[in-house]
């Protein structure tokens, strides 16, 4: 023991920390530090050591053996970090089935990808560069010392792979029931119209249900603000209700939860499902039953959270993805249509009082990144309402001001006179500055209004 330990000097130590520790955590810490989420995590990840011990053996195999597990740990750690900034629960195996479609979804997703694995080469090189110039018992006995840390103050050292294993777990063992649809939980705004078809009775001729991306519940001053355009046409009325209701906490599951009244235990289950899975409660298809044409509209592509496998099980007759409309696609950094621009093929589905309609438009211009370039209306003020200028919370109120500015102007087309309409947010908008969400937003709600126009 006593020659184990005048072998090692200090600058060995020194060494260590700095390559096993320093460099593998400074990321995640800056990470926590610019992001502000409730991350559970140890300011040490002792699971860096094991790779680094492997590193240090002058062995071609066991060098390649460090690197695989190297990239294994780093990407556990940034996937269990990822996991925990997201504003609803979601297990490991979901986030694989939502990553899958990155390239679909918001550009500033794959920057963050780039990112990550930019710094993970970064560190894998400086590894390999550096651990030929080290101690291998400095890092045995680094590993030691942290060891005993982790019952006695797992704040400071722990490991990360204990809670990817159970995360995995929970992701993958789903019993069956788990894989249809099950009741929901949530209150929804389309619950008028579900319990009138369940009762047997009828709805609206006309009914056009909005679920506005991110249109998330600040306060009524707010709300009032954003409102403000579309309540000057009161007069065109039968009757007008606003209000927050429960955040749905991510698209998918907002959009079960009020199109069929159901929910899913694994998002994953929207690429499998098939008919028998509680899909017959969903308005469209019970509205089929009634002679009403069924419509659904989203302005990007239909792959995003296999939207094209499963809307057509839900009973719409029509489904319309960004590239079945002939429009440019000029939002989203090209992937997506601007929104208010397909406000007239809206209005154009309600032209024939005689035909009874369904329509479901998911928007998808107030999404992360809240992109200045989408705004094309500044009416709203932040500095009303002191909220700083530039922030993602700022550019989610004034886009989703803008949406319902538009909203007005769609009310006023002669196609819409007695259309019944809904609006309601999925979820609170998601913020890379994760404090902006709960500095200026109620995380438990979403927005939502509900109206009538008359028909004269």
């Not at 590193?55 to 060098?63: L, Y």
């Not at 009741?183 to 389309?190: H, L, R, S």
């Not at 719409?316 to 249509?337: H, T």
Request: hydrophobic share 45%; net charge positive; glycine share 4%.
């Amino acid at each position: 023991m006593k020659f184990f330990f005048n072998s090692i000097k200090i600058v060995d130590i020194v060494k260590a920390v700095l390559l096993s520790i320093i460099i593998p955590n400074i990321a995640i810490w800056i990470m926590i530090y610019l992001l502000e989420p409730p991350i559970t995590r140890a300011f040490i990840n002792i699971d860096y050591l094991l790779p680094f011990i492997l590193f240090v053996i002058p062995k071609k195999t066991i060098k390649i053996l460090a690197s695989v597990l190297f990239i294994a740990i780093y990407f556990i750690d940034m996937l269990v970090i990822t996991i925990q900034c997201l504003p609803y629960d979601v297990a490991a195996i979901n986030f694989f089935f939502l990553l899958q479609d990155i390239t679909k979804g918001p550009p500033i997703y794959r920057y963050l990808l780039y990112l990550v694995l930019c710094i993970g080469c970064i560190q894998l090189f400086l590894f390999i560069k550096f651990s030929k110039k080290t101690n291998l018992k400095s890092y045995i006995l680094l590993l030691i010392i942290l060891g005993i840390t982790v019952p006695i103050l797992p704040k400071i050292s722990n490991s990360q792979t204990p809670f990817f294993i159970n995360n995995v777990i929970k992701g993958v063992s789903v019993s069956q029931d788990a894989l249809g649809l099950k009741p929901t939980k949530f209150i929804n705004v389309t619950e008028p119209w579900h319990t009138a078809l369940k009762n047997g009775q009828s709805i609206n001729n006309q009914v056009l249900f909005i679920l506005a991306e991110a249109w998330g519940y600040s306060n009524e001053a707010i709300l009032e603000e954003q409102l403000k355009v579309l309540k000057l046409h009161s007069d065109k009325f039968e009757y007008f209700r606003q209000g927050a209701n429960n955040s749905k906490l991510m698209t998918g599951i907002a959009e079960l939860s009020e199109l069929c009244n159901g929910t899913t235990d694994n998002i994953r289950f929207l690429s499998i499902v098939n008919k028998t899975n509680g899909f017959d409660n969903c308005l469209p298809n019970l509205l089929n039953k009634s002679g009403y044409k069924t419509i659904s509209l989203h302005s990007n592509v239909g792959i995003l959270y296999n939207r094209d496998h499963w809307y057509p099980l839900t009973g719409f007759q029509k489904i319309l993805f960004g590239n079945d409309v002939d429009l440019p696609k000029n939002s989203m950094d090209g992937s997506a249509i601007f929104d208010l621009d397909l406000i007239p093929e809206v209005a154009q589905a309600f032209k024939n009082k005689n035909q009874k309609v369904f329509y479901y438009w998911l928007t998808y211009a107030t999404h992360q990144p809240y992109s200045s370039d989408e705004i094309k209306n500044h009416r709203f003020s932040c500095e009303k309402f002191n909220i700083k200028t530039g922030t993602d919370a700022c550019r989610s109120m004034v886009l989703n001001s803008q949406f319902n500015d538009g909203l007005a102007d769609l009310i006023n087309m002669p196609e819409m006179k007695g259309v019944e309409i809904i609006v309601v947010g999925d979820h609170s908008p998601m913020f890379l500055k994760y404090g902006e969400n709960s500095k200026y937003f109620d995380m438990s709600k979403v927005s939502w209004v509900h109206f009538k126009i008359k028909n004269k």
